[in-house]
């Protein structure tokens, strides 16, 4: 399981800080990654981070901005986010790979909501 | 950056028909970093195929994938009242992008 939290209403150009607890399955195991969905849009995948955190990923669109980090012993994954656009506006899920950092996403959370506006 | 372009925009078929969807890269991809995701009104998309053609867990053998290099087909037999829904193609050979999604709506 999979669970976000975090998500607020926050102005442009402040920061937001999401988290992620995974339970239910060995969290140092697997890739840990943010995908998000705008209001009536598509996916898409924003950054990701892998069982040891050497491996790190990010869209263009918040490179410089965002950053994901993790924590195996708290069994949590988080992703720190500046500079926040009108664009960054979307419901942010965190997500597993299935064993693979280059595999498919087979676990998904249920969403954290991210409103920027003035 | 690997654009993927869904096609149609919206499928309207009858429960029991064929459902056909493309999914079309900018570039040639590897067969095993092509997945299809299905998204059902206010719940979290969940992973129908990887690897082009292998179903996830508790997928029904209805769903069925096929394709290479640039070209990749999601196949839904004979689709049943929970498979309405909108469906996301993703490759995750070179980092990770989606297609835009193609909306599977009851006729």
């Known amino acids: 399981q999979l669970v976000e939290s975090g998500g607020a209403w926050v102005e442009p150009g402040r920061s937001l800080r999401l988290s992620c607890a995974a339970s239910?399955?060995?969290?140092?195991?697997?890739?840990i990654y943010w995908v998000r969905q705008a209001p009536g849009k598509g996916l898409e995948w924003v950054s990701g981070i892998s069982w040891n955190s050497a491996s790190l990923g990010y869209a263009d669109s918040v490179k410089g901005r965002f950053t994901i980090s993790r924590d195996n012993a708290k069994n949590s994954v988080y992703l720190q986010m500046n500079s926040l656009r009108a664009e960054d506006t979307a419901l942010y899920y965190c997500v597993r790979d299935n064993g693979d950092y280059y595999g498919p996403f087979d676990s998904w959370g249920q969403g954290t909501l991210v409103t920027v506006s003035s | 950056e690997i654009v993927l372009t869904q096609s149609p925009g919206t499928l309207s078929l009858s429960p029991g028909e064929r459902a056909t969807l493309s999914c079309r890269a900018s570039r040639s991809i590897s067969t095993n970093y092509l997945a299809w995701y299905q998204q059902k009104p206010g719940q979290a998309p969940r992973l129908v195929l990887y690897g082009t053609a292998s179903r996830a867990t508790g997928i029904p053998d209805r769903f069925s994938g096929s394709g290479s290099g640039t070209d990749f087909t999601l196949t839904i037999s004979r689709l049943e009242p929970e498979d309405f829904a909108v469906y996301y193609c993703?490759?995750?050979?070179?980092?990770?992008?989606f297609g835009q999604g193609t909306k599977v709506e009851i006729k």
């Open positions: 239910g399955f060995p969290f140092y195991d697997y890739g």
């Open positions: 993703q490759q995750y050979d070179i980092s990770r992008t």
